[in-house]
């Protein structure tokens, strides 16, 4: 099977992916990753659901800090699953903020922690980019342990496991509130 079949064929695992995200930034904030490091979710501030891969249907889009989730949650609860996302990440201590789109699990606007100004001229510069090089390292190895401990349940058998089933009832019971 050609790659670009197979992803457009697993597409849809990008929204349950993302979906599980928002779930877990609610439900299970702090996870374990494979590797034993913890990780803490955080939603932020730019959330986009639509339908399904493959169906019709409007999207919807929450934007800022301080905007109601309400429309959102009714979206969920209407079928539709998130298709992109601002994130947040905590990795020991450091935060780490980036955008996820579904379609592609594509990273974008990677925003690391601050470093240190560089000193020593261009021993200095070269440290800062080593060091820059290993906060991006940091975030996509989280992100990638993300996913695998998503996998992992959701294709524990046929329906999911028990992932699928924690998902889609709290889904179900999402509430107008903010």
């Given at each position: ?13 990008g929204q349950e992916f993302l979906t599980w995200l928002w779930y877990c930034s ?74 996820l789109n579904a379609a592609e699990l594509a990273i974008g606007g990677l925003k ?67």
């Amino acid at each position: 099977m050609d790659l670009l079949a197979l992803l457009n064929e697993k597409v849809f695992l990008g929204q349950e992916f993302l979906t599980w995200l928002w779930y877990c930034s609610e439900e299970e904030p702090s996870l374990e990753l494979p590797d034993g490091r913890q990780v803490e979710i955080l939603l932020g501030d730019r959330l986009v659901l639509g339908p399904i891969m493959g169906q019709e249907g409007a999207r919807v889009t929450v934007r800022g800090r301080e905007v109601s989730l309400a429309e959102a949650r009714q979206a969920l609860r209407r079928g539709k699953l998130v298709e992109g996302l601002r994130l947040g990440l905590i990795i020991d201590g450091e935060e780490f903020w980036l955008g996820l789109n579904a379609a592609e699990l594509a990273i974008g606007g990677l925003k690391t922690p601050a470093s240190a100004p560089a000193e020593g001229g261009p021993e200095g510069l070269d440290g800062l980019v080593l060091e820059r090089v290993a906060l991006v390292e940091m975030a996509v190895r989280a992100l990638e342990g993300l996913l695998l401990t998503f996998l992992r349940g959701r294709l524990a058998d046929e329906t999911g496991g028990e992932l699928w089933s924690r998902l889609m009832a709290w889904a179900q019971g999402q509430g107008g509130e903010a």
